[in-house]
Structures are given as C-alpha cells and as structure tokens.
C-alpha cells in the first residue's frame, strides 16, 4: 500500500516550525514527520489543492494573513510562495474551491467573508471580494458581534456556506466563478446560543450536518434544493457530563455509516449512527489527548488522526466495525496543533 500523507497547522509562533508534513503508514497507523517549515505566526487552518502539490494555510493574528505553499511530499519539501492580506482580525478557516481557482476563508474577529484568487503556480492573488457580517448572539460572552467561523462547499456548485458562530446562523453564498465576487442568498438560523462552527456533507444523501460549539450539539439538515432544513438536534455529550466543553469538528465517514464529533472539555470522539439521514447516538470514545480541535478521518482505512491543542499532540487512532474508535496506534508530539488535512 502506497503512503499516506498529512499537514498539521498549529498556534506556533513565527520562529516555531508552526507547519509539518507527515507520511501515515497504512498498515501500521504510524506517523514519520517528512519536513516543517517556520516563517508564519499562529499557521492554524489549512486547505489542500485539488492537485494536492500545493495548499493554503491562515494565520490567525489580528490584521490576519493568508498563505500559500507548494509540497512536494515523497521528497519532504515544503516551500512558502507568498502572502496576503486576510481582510480582517483572527482568520480561522480556509477553503479552496474544487476547480482550484477561489480561495475562501472567513475572520473570526474581523467578521468579514474574503475570496482570493489562485494563480496556476499556487500562489494567491490579490482580494477579489470581502463580505461583512454584522449581528449578535444570546451568549453575551462569545457572541457580542459576528463571528464568522467557517465556509464549505456545497459539492458540484459554486455556493458556499458560511457558519457565523456569534450570529447563531449559516449564510449561504453564490460565488461568481468568474468574478471572485459574493452574493448572499440566504440564511439559516439555529437555536439560540448555539454557536455554528463547522459542518459536513453525506457523501450520498442530500443532509448536511452541523457542529455548534457553544452548546455542543449536532443539528442535521436536509438539503432541500440549496436550502437547509432542519431536521434534528442532537447532544454530542454523555447525559451525564456536567463539566464545561466545547465542539469542534465534525466529519462523516466515507460510506457515509457514521458521523464524528471532537468535543474539548469531555475530551472524546462522538460518534452517531446514521439511519434515513438523521443521527443515532452510538457513543464516546477518548480522543487519545486534550483539546481535540480538529481532525481528519483517513478514506479507504480505519485511521482517525486527530489533533489535540491542549496537550501537544496527534494521535491516530483504529475504527473498529462498529464506527468507534479504539486503540492508539501512534501518537506524536508537536506544537499546538490545531488542523490536520489529507493531501488529496
């Protein structure tokens, strides 16, 4: 079986290799780091390119940066190609669309929805085109102002949408292919103090699945056209745990069988069944490390790897049969790590 590679982003400073290449070992589990590079304050969020030699990275400082790297992983080289101005405070994430042409990403303090521009060499262009959110949320801490923090994709179209954390809602977007320029189309609210973060797309059934951090909750939508409905809302939580969490990320795995929610705080993988579209709780597994924030579940394998920000780590981890994640194969240290992305 051929290698499996991996980029980690993390909270590092500029003089800290904040960015790592790593090969995962199919067989085994294993992780070998293959290079780091350091230059970029806080590289956090990462998005690959479709043609997978080249990705993107945020770094999430006020007056924030966007930027771009060529890879070349079998030979373990990492190089930077250049930066730009992220259009506000604190990006969080960053997408790259599937013609490998727009560049997305969201700033969390500066609320603001920015494109760039991918030139043929992987390097960014200038802004084409920056979107403002303004509105506020029930959590008087969390959500005094907009807060966007994600933006994804609907497969197979050119609209977007965005989880706006301090607004409680997902805006969708139509995204000029040609332009570089946004166009909202509509918004979907979620339950106060919800707090939306991230979300992911059944690979075969029309519903999209929410995480929300404030609450730690999984609301599941029906798509229905391009508009979300919801359908469900379900905890990511034991009933038991009483302590303070917060939600992360959230995958579906590849057959599209099961659902996987980071929670921090409890410190584990939820995981839900999926049956006619809505979610089955099926119960928690221990994340291998605190503060799960982000991780990436492996096509065509049994890995979850997942990276924990409280403790300095990645561990990769073996889904058994039924969906849950058991023994730690491997677990490797690194600064602060806080995305971790497939190379396509």
């Not at 590849?254 to 705080?265: A, E, K, L």
């Not at 579209?277 to 492996?298: M, S």
């Amino acid at each position: 079986m051929s290698s499996t590679y991996i980029v980690s982003g993390s909270y590092a400073s500029a003089e800290q290799a904040g960015i790592t290449l790593w090969e995962l070992e199919p067989a085994t589990g294993k992780l070998a780091k293959k290079a780091e590079i350091p230059g970029v304050e806080r590289p956090s969020f990462l998005a690959v390119h479709p043609n997978g030699t080249s990705f993107t990275a945020v770094s999430e400082t006020g007056d924030g940066q966007v930027v771009a790297y060529w890879l070349n992983p079998q030979k373990g080289l990492i190089q930077e190609l250049n930066r730009q101005p992220a259009g506000g405070d604190h990006p969080a994430h960053i997408t790259i669309d599937e013609d490998g042409q727009w560049v997305v990403s969201v700033t969390y303090s500066g609320a603001n929805v920015t494109v760039h521009p991918l030139r043929s060499d992987g390097s960014i262009g200038e802004m084409a085109d920056s979107k403002h959110h303004e509105g506020s949320g029930a959590d008087a801490d969390r959500q005094d102002a907009a807060h966007p923090h994600s933006a994804l994709q609907l497969p197979g179209t050119n609209r977007f949408f965005v989880c706006d954390l301090g607004m409680d809602a997902i805006v969708r977007y139509r995204l000029d292919l040609h332009s570089g320029q946004l166009e909202q189309e509509a918004v979907t609210k979620t339950a106060p103090g919800a707090g939306p973060r991230h979300l992911a797309v059944h690979p075969s059934e029309a519903f999209i699945y929410g995480v929300n951090e404030l609450n730690s909750t999984v609301s599941v939508y029906a798509l229905e056209g391009r508009d979300l409905k919801e359908r469900q809302n379900i905890s990511a939580l034991p009933e038991q745990f009483a302590g303070d969490n917060t939600a992360a990320e959230i995958a579906v795995s590849t057959d599209g069988r099961f659902v996987y929610v980071s929670n921090r705080g409890h410190d584990s993988i939820a995981v839900f069944r999926v049956v006619q579209g809505l979610l089955e709780a099926v119960g928690h597994a221990d994340a291998g490390g605190a503060g799960p924030r982000h991780f990436t579940l492996v096509p065509n394998s049994p890995w979850i790897v997942i990276a924990h920000e409280g403790s300095g780590t990645i561990a990769v981890k073996h889904i058994g049969e039924d969906g849950m994640p058991g023994e730690t194969a491997d677990r490797v240290e690194t600064v602060t790590p806080v995305c971790v992305r497939l190379l396509k």
